[in-house]
């Protein structure tokens, strides 16, 4: 267990789908005067050095927000990231450092909003308290050591009954699947009014598959709209390609991710519509890239 460092995956297509979606329901969630809570059940380290050995030995920044970096003419979601992580590299004009989703959330909460960071890695959250620190954001923000399937449920609903709950694990453990759907049920039951957002790999294993389709059903028995968004840069095929010798990358990565919402902002999709193409374009690796929006 807990194998797994954000370091080395911060800035990759998954994290540019899951952060500009996350930036959408936040600009949407915000525009409300009324204080909004948002809990980070899987929280990182916060930040992230795309110029330090974890990301320079992954590499795979390379594959997705450099790709992005300086375009012009894009869709209006995908420029407020670009903004927002420009925000973060305002000393140079090189992208040095990566904002991951604590550091993005905090960026756009205003006096009146919570966050609440839930992170078990020893050294993540080493890391995560020694930048939130920094921000010297006081009560805001708390930094939590448990378990982020667990310790979440107690801020289920906030007293302001408007909350944003983000549920990106590791998936390191198969049994990881099952406990999202059991947060995002128990959630539902107790707040059905929430924004959900769970971000989930597409990879060839049944329960990443099932995921969606489970989600779903639990938005339908609440009565909750939902969307689910989808982006491949890549055949999922490539490990056996690497096999039969085929000219293909050596590190055969993540092939495609989703971002699963659940009463989402009803200007979402279309405002995914018009990005996801563009990220297909942009981002995509093979013949094989392309989105869906369900
Ligand atoms: C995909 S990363 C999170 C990235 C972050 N949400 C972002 O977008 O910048 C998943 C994190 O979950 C942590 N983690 C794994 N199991 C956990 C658990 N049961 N509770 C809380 N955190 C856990 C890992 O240490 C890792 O830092």
């Known amino acids: 267990m807990f194998s797994y460092r954000h370091a080395f995956h911060a800035g990759n297509h998954a994290d540019v789908l899951k952060h500009t979606v996350l930036i959408a329901l936040l600009k949407h969630l915000t525009l409300k005067e009324a204080p909004l ?31 992005l970096w300086g375009k012009n003419e894009l869709a209006s979601v995908l420029k407020d990231y670009l903004e927002v992580v420009q925000s973060f590299n305002a000393q140079s004009k090189a992208l040095k450092v990566y904002p991951g989703s604590p550091f993005i959330t905090q960026h756009l909460l205003r006096e009146q909003d919570k966050l609440k960071l839930f992170e078990l890695h020893p050294s993540d959250i080493k890391a995560l308290s020694g ?8 009560r805001q923000i708390a930094v939590i050591r448990e378990d982020g399937f667990e ?61 969606p389709k489970r989600l779903k059903t639990l938005a339908m028995r609440a009565g909750k709209p939902c969307l689910n968004l989808a982006l491949t840069v890549k055949n999922s095929k490539i490990i056996s390609a690497v096999q039969s010798g085929a000219d293909v990358a050596k590190r055969p990565g993540l092939p495609a991710s989703g971002m699963f919402i659940i009463n989402p902002p009803h200007t979402l999709k279309a ?10 374009d942009i981002l995509g690796q093979d013949k094989h890239a392309a989105f869906a929006v369900d």
Not at 131 to 138: I, P
Not at 189 to 194: L, S
């Open 271 to 280: 405002s995914m519509l018009e990005a996801l193409p563009q990220m297909v």
């Open 37 to 67: 809570t948002v809990i980070d059940t899987h929280a990182g380290a916060g930040l992230y050095r795309l110029d330090g050995d974890f990301a320079q030995t992954s590499a795979e920044a390379a594959d997705g927000i450099f790709k």
């Open 131 to 138: 930048n939130v620190e920094q921000l010297r954001a006081g």
């Open 151 to 211: 310790g979440p449920r107690k801020f289920v609903p906030p007293p302001a009954r408007r909350a944003l709950l983000l549920c990106d694990p590791s998936y390191e453990i198969k049994s990881d699947y099952a406990k999202v759907q059991t947060l995002i049920a128990e959630s539902l039951k107790r707040f059905a009014t929430g924004t959900y957002a769970v971000w989930y790999p597409l990879i060839p294993r049944p329960e990443a598959h099932d995921l």
